[in-house]
């Protein structure tokens, strides 16, 4: 009986293994420190600052948000409430590529002279064209305030602050999705159907219910052989 006991638990154990793969994320962020250079009407000025870039899901796209945790540069006059407009470029990498613009709201209360900028959140939309891993790197930020324009730009090349993994409007990238595909793909995977029995890869969030119901058809039929094996332990000999 101990035998068996310990037989049932580790089949049940083995069987349910697939299922923690479904809880895999699909994004990776991380804090970057942009060395940010700045061409303003008074001269040259610089500072670095960690950013690091959100993205939350909203409909077919993405919205960002762009967060600096230093002030870039500085006023030789006071910036009252409202004075200051920032925006910025996130520089979009990997299997897509472009640029999306990002703005915030105004500053909320006044910058005293020759004080660091803080800037607020950045935020905008970005629309998957492509299918695959996409980078967000920190690109151009550029403040507008009494009338003038300051331009910083990130001089020492920084690595991206935010990956994800994206389906644009043709499906995934592996062209699976709508039937056969004679085309490659961004990944190094052939679409359409397959010989060998292989199931269609759809999106992320499709890919993760496939796992799901996978795994409950699975844990359901461990279950079964489970039962039958302890009332198979059961039957009275003769």
Same mark, same amino acid.
């Given at each position: 009986? +101990?035998? #068996?006991? #310990? $037989?049932? @638990?580790?089949?049940?154990? *083995? @069987?349910? /293994? +697939?299922v923690v793969v479904v809880g895999a994320?699909?994004?990776? *962020? &991380? !804090?970057?420190?942009?060395?940010?250079?700045? !061409? $303003?009407?008074?001269?040259?000025k610089g500072a670095v600052s960690p950013i690091d870039i959100k993205s939350v899901r909203s409909g077919g796209g993405h919205k960002l948000t762009m967060s600096f945790q230093?002030?870039?540069?500085?006023?030789?006059? &006071? @910036?009252g409430k409202g004075a200051m407009n920032p925006s910025a470029v996130i520089e979009v990498g990997g299997a897509d590529q472009g640029k999306v613009q990002v703005s915030g709201p105004a500053?909320? &209360? *006044?910058? +005293?002279?020759? $004080?660091?900028? #803080?800037i607020s959140d950045l935020s905008g939309?970005?629309?998957?064209?492509?299918? /695959?891993?996409? $980078?967000?790197t920190a690109g151009v930020l550029t403040i507008k305030a009494l009338g003038t324009t300051t331009t910083c730009t990130p001089k020492n090349n920084p690595g991206p602050s935010l990956e994800l993994d994206v389906e644009g409007p043709g499906g995934p990238a592996d062209g699976s999705k709508g039937g056969s595909s004679t085309g490659g793909s961004t990944d190094g995977?052939?679409?359409?159907?397959s010989a060998g029995g292989e199931l269609p890869r759809t999106g992320p969030l499709?890919?993760?219910?496939? @796992?799901?119901t996978l795994g409950g058809t699975v844990l359901l039929t461990g279950a079964a052989g489970v039962l039958w094996l302890t009332r198979r332990g059961? #039957?009275?000999?003769g």
């Open positions: 009986m +101990p035998n #068996r006991k #310990r $037989t049932t @638990l580790a089949l049940a154990a *083995a @069987l349910a /293994g +697939p994320p699909a994004a990776h *962020a &991380e !804090v970057v420190d942009v060395n940010y250079q700045c !061409v $303003t009407p008074i001269g040259p230093k002030g870039v540069s500085s006023s030789p006059v &006071e @910036l500053n909320t &209360e *006044a910058i +005293p002279a020759n $004080t660091p900028i #803080r939309t970005y629309t998957p064209k492509k299918s /695959g891993k996409v $980078t967000f995977t052939s679409g359409g159907s499709d890919s993760a219910a496939a @796992l799901g059961q #039957r009275p000999a």
